[in-house]
């Protein structure tokens, strides 16, 4: 099937299967992939035993927040795929906002999909995907948010929606997730609308203008954060009118 010819998703294309436990939501909905599911299926789990975030770290998993993943098949063409880490950002910012009272301090996203309260992280996001033997490509949006509980992380300070005056459980919070991330995939709608994406993601973003630090895997460069261009990448002013655009890295303020 040529999957540019697919029509645009709806609320009503999306599955959702909740699990009391299982070792990662990620490698559960890459399992489903193998066995040929179609996607736009959500997993989520009370408890992981064996959850991860980016580059191998562990994710502490314990009861009380919520894990979920979501499994996309051909998502959009591997050009297009550099925008939906912002696409991804904005729908979770959009439904941590339905649940924070107003007394919460900012909700921001720092890039490029670091969901921070009060320039606390309080989310980790892990995507990961894979060609399958039949010639389709698997994604999985994995997504960890802090709802009742903070594990320490030696990177970041922390915080949760709890300490931050939410009553809402986790399955409130993913109840605003579901929604939320089917609309803002629609808009995406498989690359093509990256620019709505990056004008959304602007609104919302932390640190605009300020001094960071990008780790890369390499090295670390320093400058002020000039913004992202209209793909989503990072812009770095690095002074003296050099603009450096970067791809990933891990972001740190100051």
């Not at 191998?56 to 998993?61: C, L, N, Q, Y």
């Not at 925008?83 to 729908?91: G, R, W």
């Not at 320093?222 to 002074?239: C, E, P, R, V, W």
């Amino acid at each position: 099937m040529n999957s540019e010819a697919r029509r645009r998703i709806s609320l009503d294309d999306f599955r959702h299967e909740a699990l009391s436990e299982t070792s990662s939501t990620n490698s559960e909905c890459l399992a489903r992939a193998r066995a040929g599911d179609r996607g736009l299926l959500w997993i989520t789990a009370e408890k992981q035993t064996g959850g991860r975030g980016r580059r191998g770290r562990p994710w502490v998993s314990e009861r009380g927040n919520l894990y979920a993943s979501l499994l996309l098949i051909d998502p959009a063409p591997m050009e297009r795929l550099g925008s939906l880490p912002l696409a991804i950002a904005v729908a979770v910012h959009q439904a941590v906002r339905h649940v924070l009272p107003h007394t919460a301090e900012p909700l921001e996203v720092k890039w490029p999909n670091d969901i921070l309260i009060g320039r606390k992280k309080t989310c980790g996001i892990l995507v990961e995907g894979e060609a399958l033997p039949d010639g389709r490509h698997s994604l999985v949006i994995g997504i960890g948010i802090n709802v009742a509980l903070m594990p320490d992380n030696p990177l970041y300070p922390v915080t949760c929606l709890r300490e931050q005056g939410s009553s809402a459980s986790p399955e409130e919070v993913f109840a605003h997730l579901y929604a939320s991330m089917a609309e803002v995939l629609e808009a995406w709608d498989r690359g093509r609308g990256v620019r709505e994406i990056t004008e959304r993601w602007r609104r919302v973003a932390c640190g605009i203008g300020e001094k960071i630090t990008v780790n890369l895997p390499d090295r670390s460069i320093s400058g002020h954060f000039a913004g992202i261009d209209d793909n989503g990448l990072l812009m770095l002013d690095t002074g003296a009118g050099r603009m450096m655009t970067i791809a990933a890295g891990d972001v740190f303020f100051g």
